[in-house]
C-alpha cells in the first residue's frame, strides 16, 4: 500500500526547530498575513490524486537494437498519460532502487506517480508553511492541492532537478549521514554556509552559467563546479574567450593549451558525471566570441570529432554503444566594449552582415581579451565573410551528414 507522509501540522511551527527542519532559517509565526489562496482546479471535499483514473503499467525503454535499457513493471500512472510521459517520468524522476524493494523511506524504488507528484509538491508547501508565506494552514493546504492538480494534470510541470532532488530528504529521510550537501544561505549569518546533509537544500535550478580565468587554478576549478552541478542534475554554460589562445607564449616559456583543449577536458566530465547520477549524459555548453585567434578551430571541432566517429563506425564500429560526444556552440557576438579605429567592429548582426556584404574585416584577433594590435604578439585580422561563411558551412555539412 502506499503511504504518503502528511504535511507539517501547524502546531508544530510555535516549537523550536531542529536542523532537519530547517532551523538554520528561524520559523516566523505570521497571524492575518502571509498569501491566501482560492481552489481553482481543486476539489476540498475530494484529494487531487482521487480526482482521476489510475492504472498499472509496465514503463519499458528499448535502444534501436531492440535491447530492453529499462523496465519497471507494476507502476501507478493516470490514465490520461501518454506512454512517453510513462517512460520519461519512471525511468528519469522515480527514486530508489528497485533491488531494495517499493519502499523509498528505505531506499526502494517509488512505484506511483502519486509519491513522485507528492514528494515534490508536498515539500514545497511544507517550506511555505515553515518560512511563514501562507497566511494559515489552510492556505498552504490549498496551495498543495492546487500545485498538485496541475502537475497530475500535466498543465504544468517543474525541471528535472527538482523532480531528482526534492523531498528526498524531507520525504524519505535521504542524505543524512552521507556527507556535506549544497551550500544555502543562513539568515542568521548572513552568509552562505554548506548544509550537514545531502538534499536538505536540494539544487532545484536547471541552468548554470559560470565564468572562467585565465589561471590553471580556475579552469581546474570550473571543472568541479561543473561535476557537481552534474551530480544533481543541472546543466552549466561557460564561455571560454578568456582563455589565452594556442598563438601567445607562457610567460615561463612553453605554448598555452588553448581553449579547445580544455574543452576536452569539460567534455568528458560531462561525460562521466551522468545528470542526476541516471543515464543521460550531463547538458554542457561552451561558446567563444569570434575575435577569439582560435575561433576557426572552435568552429571546426565539432565537425571534426563527427568525423572521427563516423569513420569508427564505418569500421564496425558499433556506434549504439559509444559514448556521447560533447555538445560544442559558436558565438558569432563581439566583444561588447571593443573598438578598434580603422576598423570595422561588427558589434550587432546587422552590423556583421553588413560588414560581410562590404567585404571589410572583423575585429582583430585578440588574444586574452586583449586586441592582438595592443600585443606583442602580431595577428592578423579575420575576414567577417570568412567567419561567417565558416560558420554557415559548417552547419550545413553537419546536417548532410
Known amino acids: 500500500m502506499i503511504q504518503l507522509k502528511r504535511g507539517i501540522p501547524s502546531a508544530s511551527l510555535d516549537q523550536p526547530r531542529t536542523s532537519a527542519n530547517r532551523q538554520k532559517n528561524k520559523a516566523v509565526k505570521r497571524t492575518n498575513t502571509g498569501l491566501i489562496f482560492e481552489r481553482v482546479f481543486s476539489d476540498a471535499s475530494i484529494a487531487p490524486f482521487n480526482q482521476i483514473g489510475w492504472e498499472q503499467r509496465t514503463a519499458e525503454i528499448t535502444d534501436d537494437g531492440g535491447k530492453v535499457i529499462f523496465k519497471q513493471e507494476n507502476i501507478e500512472v493516470p490514465k490520461s498519460w501518454s506512454a512517453l510521459a510513462t517512460k520519461i517520468a519512471v525511468s528519469k524522476y522515480f527514486?530508489?532502487?528497485?533491488?531494495?524493494?517499493?519502499?523509498?523511506?528505505?531506499?526502494?524504488?517509488?512505484?506511483?506517480?502519486?509519491?513522485?507528484?507528492?514528494?515534490?509538491t508536498r515539500t514545497i508547501a511544507d517550506w511555505g508553511m515553515a518560512d511563514g508565506y501562507f497566511a494559515d494552514a489552510e492556505a498552504a493546504e490549498i496551495f498543495y492541492d492546487e500545485l498538485t492538480w496541475l502537475c497530475l494534470n500535466q498543465h504544468g510541470a517543474f525541471n528535472s532537478p527538482v523532480w531528482f532532488n526534492v523531498g528526498l530528504y524531507h520525504q524519505y529521510g535521504i542524505g543524512k549521514g552521507a556527507g556535506a550537501g549544497n551550500y544555502f544561505y543562513n539568515r542568521e549569518t548572513g552568509k552562505a554556509e554548506r548544509a550537514a546533509s545531502q538534499y536538505e537544500y536540494p539544487q532545484g535550478s536547471a541552468c548554470f552559467i559560470q565564468s572562467v580565468d585565465d589561471t590553471m587554478e580556475d579552469i581546474m576549478q570550473l571543472a568541479t563546479s561543473?561535476?557537481?552541478?552534474?551530480?544533481?542534475?543541472?546543466?552549466?554554460?561557460?564561455?571560454?574567450?578568456?582563455?589565452?589562445?594556442?598563438?601567445?607564449?607562457?610567460?615561463?616559456?612553453?605554448?598555452?593549451?588553448?581553449?579547445?583543449?580544455?574543452?576536452k577536458v569539460y567534455d568528458q566530465v560531462a561525460n562521466v558525471v551522468k545528470s542526476g547520477g541516471k543515464t543521460r549524459r550531463a547538458a554542457k555548453m561552451n561558446t567563444l566570441k569570434d575575435w577569439h585567434p582560435d575561433i576557426e578551430e572552435f568552429i571546426d571541432a565539432k565537425q571534426k570529432e563527427e568525423k572521427k566517429a563516423w569513420a569508427l563506425i564505418e569500421q564496425g564500429y558499433d556506434g549504439r554503444k559509444a559514448e556521447s560526444g560533447g555538445r560544442v556552440a559558436c558565438a558569432t557576438e563581439n566583444h561588447a566594449n571593443a573598438k578598434m579605429p580603422g576598423r570595422c567592429c561588427a558589434r550587432s548582426l546587422k552590423e556583421r552582415m553588413s560588414a560581410v556584404i562590404r567585404g571589410c574585416s572583423s575585429i582583430p584577433r585578440s588574444i586574452n581579451g586583449t586586441p592582438a594590435k595592443a600585443r606583442i604578439v602580431k595577428i592578423p585580422p579575420i575576414p567577417a565573410r570568412n567567419i561567417s561563411f565558416l560558420i554557415i558551412q559548417r552547419a550545413i555539412l553537419r546536417h548532410s551528414i
Open 95 to 120: 527514486y530508489g532502487d528497485i533491488g531494495n524493494g517499493t519502499n523509498p523511506h528505505k531506499g526502494g524504488r517509488e512505484t506511483s506517480v502519486r509519491q513522485l507528484i507528492h514528494r515534490v
Open 226 to 263: 561543473e561535476a557537481m552541478l552534474f551530480k544533481y542534475g543541472s546543466g552549466t554554460g561557460t564561455d571560454l574567450s578568456s582563455l589565452r589562445s594556442t598563438r601567445e607564449k607562457l610567460s615561463g616559456g612553453g605554448k598555452p593549451s588553448g581553449p579547445l583543449s580544455f574543452l
